[in-house]
T-cell receptor, first 111, second 114 residues
Framework: NAGVTQTPKFQVLKTGQSMTLQCAQD?????MSWYRQDPGMGLRLIHYSVGAGITDQGEVPNGYNVSRSTTEDFPLRLLSAAPSQTSVYFC??????????FGQGTRLTVV | GQQLNQSPQSMFIQEGEDVSMNCTSS?????WLWYKQDPGEGPVLLIALYKAGELTSNGRLTAQFGITRKDSFLNISASIPSDVGIYFC??????????????FGQGTILTVHP
């Protein structure tokens, strides 16, 4: 079982560039979410989705877009990268009311 | 947004010692979860608690869902060097507009000296 797969694992962007972080899960989970992890800040929710076609904002949504066209995929888009978006990004999926399974993370640096 | 207070922030212990950490919230949760994160990896689910008062073990780990549904603790017995990492609590909210959202504590950094 692959579980939750994130790509890429590492990325360096220049300020103003755009990119998409990919996330796929093979557990048929309804709920998927994106978190960013910064030193001393724990895990902060960016966006989440409770099913295909349904997305909503989390705690820190500014600068990020998401879509959920299928149950399996939940990409995160940075439209115009800023140095403040340098972070480690985690995608997670779960069945409703159950524990979340995390991907291995994408380490993003914006210069 | 919802906040979880996790303590302690860090712990430095000797191999063989027991460890205890806890999380508290001002709101009620339906589910409490405990995760461990190794360096360079994503968090891994250790224990899930679904009922108030529930006490669950996973090897040397024991966690409890508080009776008030506003707190949880995690104990690690007889620590070993591979227990090193960051431990996170997480709570699944009970209802309202935030139903289904998972909120994380700030994490407890555990260091085990051989």
């Amino acid at each position: 079982n692959a579980g939750v797969t994130q790509t890429p694992k590492f990325q360096v962007l220049k300020t103003g560039q755009s990119m998409t972080l990919q996330c796929a899960q093979d557990m048929n989970h309804e709920y998927m979410s994106w978190y960013r992890q910064d030193p001393g800040m724990g895990l902060r929710l960016i966006h989440y989705s409770v099913g295909a076609g349904i997305t909503d904002q989390g705690e820190v949504p500014n600068g990020y877009n998401v879509s959920r066209s299928t149950t399996e995929d939940f990409p995160l888009r940075l439209l115009s990268a800023a140095p403040s978006q340098t972070s480690v990004y985690f995608c997670a999926s779960r069945a409703l009311s159950r524990g979340a399974f995390f991907g291995q993370g994408t380490r993003l640096t914006v210069v | 947004g919802q906040q979880l207070n996790q303590s302690p922030q860090s712990m430095f212990i000797q191999e063989g010692e027991d460890v205890s950490m806890n999380c508290t919230s001002s709101s009620i949760f339906n589910t409490w979860l405990w995760y461990k994160q190794d360096p360079g990896e994503g968090p891994v689910l250790l224990i899930a608690l679904y009922k108030a008062g529930e006490l669950t073990s996973n090897g040397r780990l024991t966690a409890q869902f508080g009776i008030t549904r506003k707190d949880s603790f995690l104990n690690i017995s007889a620590s070993i060097p591979s227990d090193v990492g960051i431990y996170f609590c997480a709570g699944l909210e009970a209802g309202g507009t935030s139903y289904g959202k998972l909120t994380f504590g700030q994490g407890t950094i555990l260091t085990v000296h051989p």
